[in-house]
């Protein structure tokens, strides 16, 4: 079993930060990109950013110059700073890893369980 488990999230005003973190945990050969996804209330989920296990990252462009995604390989452990945060930065925000379980097995997509950040004065 492999298990991602965010922390990090919480109430915070507009301009404020957080730093999200997501640990896997759980029998794993290797992780290829991990990112961060989140979805407000009556939307679909979307892309916020991703990092590739070589460090090439990607983001939405509406977080562009404002969040930062990292990567610790020791720790399988991926980060999100997030600044000057906006109300419409408020959503569920979800971590995804590419995970390989044994060597010659297929790369599947897993979930985290999310966790709420509120952006509101």
């Known amino acids: 079993q492999v298990q991602l488990v965010e922390s990090g999230g919480g109430l915070v005003q507009p301009g404020g930060s957080l730093r999200l973190s997501c640990a896997t945990s759980g029998r794993l050969f290797r992780i290829n990109a991990m990112g961060w996804y989140r979805q407000a209330p009556g939307k679909q989920r979307e892309l916020v950013a991703t990092i590739t296990s070589g460090g090439n990252t990607n983001y939405a462009d509406s977080v562009k110059g404002r969040f930062t995604i990292s990567r610790d390989n020791a720790k399988n452990t991926v980060y999100l700073q997030m600044n000057s945060l906006k109300p419409e930065d408020t959503a569920v925000y979800y971590c995804?890893?590419?995970?390989?379980?044994?060597?010659?097995?297929?790369?599947?997509?897993?979930w985290g369980q999310g966790t709420q950040v509120t952006v509101s004065s």
């Open positions: 995804n890893g590419q995970i390989k379980q044994r060597p010659f097995a297929t790369w599947d997509d897993y």
